[in-house]
């Protein structure tokens, strides 16, 4: 984008300050000399066409807005909290040129000024033309949108939203991105306002930005390199509002957008007038000081402005059949499972999903992005899949992007399902849903799962290695939506009646075991499983190729009490206990370790070499060494990494899962000369104590995982090994 162009004929000036990442508009004194309009007794001149949006700039405001099928556009304008307009203002007929209009208001002061528009055309409902001049848009590149900062009370504008003008002056200093490879990172998943919300959180601020700022020492410690915000794009948790059973329900998680440029006010701690996100900026700013990466979830396969039932508040004022994907007879297709899908890749759609993303990168700094139900981006304007999306190959050259991770949600709810066939251009990542339900079944005990199991753990080659990547697979096992990780081994069914739909909402396919008892038990033998469960997954994960993430909470233990669809819990079901934090201390380590572990070992995240000496840099085994293919009836398996560390040191991880309900025991492959193998990690327990193995058999418990690495062979490492493996025989 060059605006400048556009500039010139006014003498201005419009310079992009590096420190800030933000474009700076001069103008000089004369252009308050320049003939002016006078519209509704304001002083205006044509604006500046190539910058949407509402621009402040030496006396006055830029207002830039499009519309392809508009015939006239007013804008209006309120002061801060008023229902009514104290000012309309149609923009001249010759102030637009093409489909967009631009206008400089001079003499506005931002600090007490709300606005929206008033878009007039043609209505024709069969065609999705549905112009509706009585009702007061949003802008669609507003920057902060007003009225709604206080979470849980009702929006005083309704959903009828206005904007606001906002200053970019945040301070960035020195802050520099991370840049994390792909695969060193390990990512973690949260929720803006659980995450501190909830009892023992301990901080000044709950639920906000500056609650999580305050927790940063702490994902410092457990070591995660990266955090997934889920949606912090403005949302309206007041829209679907509803009280059942005495529990108040909110649109929670916050998918379902109202502005894709502004940030959520009610995440504030406090109000940002004029400079609304300089909260947000500050947590990035200090997350990136710690090297940490902040990815966003992003929605854009949908709105919150639904069907013909939903309320109408920006996009279909504007262009409707343009803005949504729309049936012959213009109703929305709904592959979204929201009530609309947005027209991705029409031309006008696609430009402004650019400018968005752009934006945040450069007005945010944000790393990266993970886009929801991302199969929608990829399909045409009838619906149907696309084979080289333009957006999406958009996205992958742009320079802007160039460093930015991009994450794909690779399905959607019209039944579309991509994962490992996503449209990548080298670029993209994938959500591995496969992964996640591999080790589900893996982890549980089902028979057939094993070889599934041991793709996965050696990065999912089967799926990935034709694109000639290592780190397009994003491997998890939880995530916001479906069980906790403690969940997972205490249910065997969804448990979402407190969400008010008679328990059909969820998935029903959940992978999961209650280790012999449906929820909280007293059961020591039981409560002992399911942690020793939890600590298998967390092993396999962390030592798995590919980029780990988990659901914050995960470390310790957080529960949602078997709800797997928690969207619209405001409360402690989707809160994290900070309780748990203390109560189950010793899982937390053991996550933390697993981290560290994985932080350590090169080999689990990249293949360093072509393996060492004749151990080949991926192998798998059975109970017996080298064992190419699992049988139905299979339980264990061993997946081997090898390679050269810097200084030609060998970094060789073999991890021995074992899913059966008996020990078992066996041999490990034999090392190069010189080389012993040490037990770095046995689930059977937390805590962990590493030894050295006198020769290459071994015995491990049920339900166990072990990881084994290779460490050069001592006097004291070759002494005889006298732990005592005695049968046992668990659930």
Not at 667 to 675: I, K, Q, V
Request: with cysteine; aromatic share 14%.
């Amino acid at each position: 984008m060059d605006p400048q162009s556009d500039l010139n004929s006014y003498g201005a000036a419009l310079e992009r300050d590096a420190s800030q990442g933000v474009y700076r508009l001069t103008l000089p004194r004369s252009i308050h000399l320049v003939p002016m309009d006078v519209v509704s007794g304001f002083s205006v001149r044509p604006g500046f066409y190539e910058i949407n949006g509402a621009t402040a700039i030496p006396g006055g405001v830029n207002f830039t807005v499009y519309s392809h099928g508009a015939t006239a556009i007013d804008l209006v304008l309120f002061h801060r909290g008023d229902k009514e307009p104290y000012a309309v203002i149609p923009f001249p007929p010759r102030y637009r040129i093409g489909n967009v209009y631009s206008m400089i208001v001079f003499r506005l002061s931002i600090e007490n000024l709300e606005y929206a528009y008033r878009v007039y055309g043609p209505s024709d409902p069969k065609k999705g033309i549905i112009f509706n001049p009585h009702l007061y848009l949003l802008d669609p590149y507003a920057k902060a949108v007003a009225g709604q900062n206080q979470w849980g009370k009702r929006a005083i504008y309704g959903s009828q939203y206005r904007a606001r003008v906002v200053r970019d002056d945040f301070e960035w200093g020195n802050t520099a991105n991370p840049l994390i490879p792909m695969e060193d990172l390990i990512i973690y998943e949260l929720h803006v306002r659980g995450f501190t919300r909830g009892p023992g959180s301990g901080v000044a601020h709950p639920g906000t930005f500056d609650g999580l700022k305050e927790k940063i020492p702490y994902l410092k410690h457990l070591g995660v390199n990266a955090v997934e915000l889920m949606p912090i794009f403005e949302f309206d948790e007041m829209l679907d509002y509803r009280e059942y059973e005495g529990r108040q329900l909110y649109n929670y998680w916050g998918y379902s957008t109202v502005s894709f440029f502004s940030p959520n006010t009610s995440y504030a701690s406090g109000s940002e007038y004029n400079r609304e996100g300089n909260e947000l900026k500050s947590l990035i700013r200090a997350l990136k000081e710690q090297g940490i990466e902040v990815f966003l979830d992003v929605v854009f396969n949908h709105t919150a402005e639904g069907d013909e039932r939903g309320p109408f508040f920006s996009f279909k004022g504007f262009d409707n059949n343009i803005y949504y994907l729309l049936s012959p007879d213009g109703r929305y297709y709904n592959f979204s499972g929201c009530g609309n899908t947005m027209n991705c890749n029409h031309p006008i759609v696609h430009q402004m999903i650019m400018d968005c993303l752009r934006y945040w990168v450069v007005a945010y700094r944000v790393d990266g992005f993970r886009f929801d139900l991302a199969s929608i981006l990829g399909r045409n304007e009838d619906g149907s899949p696309m084979s080289k999306p333009p957006l999406l190959q958009a996205m992958a050259f742009d320079p802007i992007l160039a460093d930015v991770k991009l994450i794909a949600e690779a399905w959607d709810a019209g039944g579309l399902y991509q994962v490992g066939t996503f449209p990548d251009w080298n670029r993209w990542a994938e959500w591995n849903g496969l992964y996640r339900d591999d080790m589900r079944r893996y982890l549980k005990g089902d028979e057939g799962s094993a070889q599934s199991a041991a793709l996965r753990i050696a990065g999912s080659r089967d799926i990935y290695a034709v694109r000639g990547r290592e780190n397009a697979s994003v491997n998890f096992i939880t995530c916001h939506d479906g069980f906790t990780l403690w969940d997972l081994f205490s249910y065997n069914y969804k448990h979402n009646e407190l969400n008010g739909w008679n328990n059909t909402d969820g998935s029903n396919d959940n992978f999961s075991w209650n280790c012999g008892a449906e929820g909280e038990t007293r059961d020591p033998a039981i409560n002992a499983l399911r942690q020793r469960m939890a600590r298998n997954a967390a092993a396999l994960l962390l030592c798995s190729r590919g980029t780990p993430m988990f659901l914050a909470g995960d470390e310790f233990l957080n529960t949602q009490f078997g709800n797997n669809n928690a969207y619209c819990q405001d409360n402690i079901t989707s809160w994290l206990d900070w309780g748990m934090l203390k109560t189950n201390r010793a899982h937390f380590e053991f996550f933390r370790s697993m981290i560290a572990f994985r932080k350590a070992h090169g080999i689990l995240r990249r293949n360093l070499s072509d393996g060492v000496g004749d151990l080949p840099d991926t192998s798998f085994h059975g109970i017996s060494p080298w064992k190419s293919r699992f049988e139905h009836c299979d339980h264990y398996v061993g997946v081997m990494f090898a390679g050269q560390k810097h200084k030609q040191q060998p970094d060789i991880v073999y991890i021995a899962s074992n899913a059966f309900w008996r020990e078992l025991r066996g041999a490990l492959p034999e090392l190069p000369e010189g080389l012993a193998w040490q037990l770095a990690v046995d689930t059977w327990q937390a805590e962990q104590f590493p030894r050295v193995l006198s020769d290459s058999t071994f015995a491990i418990r049920p339900r166990t995982v072990q990881v084994y690495t290779a460490v050069p062979r001592t006097e004291w490492s070759a002494a005889p090994d006298t732990d005592d493996f005695s049968p046992h025989v668990a659930l």
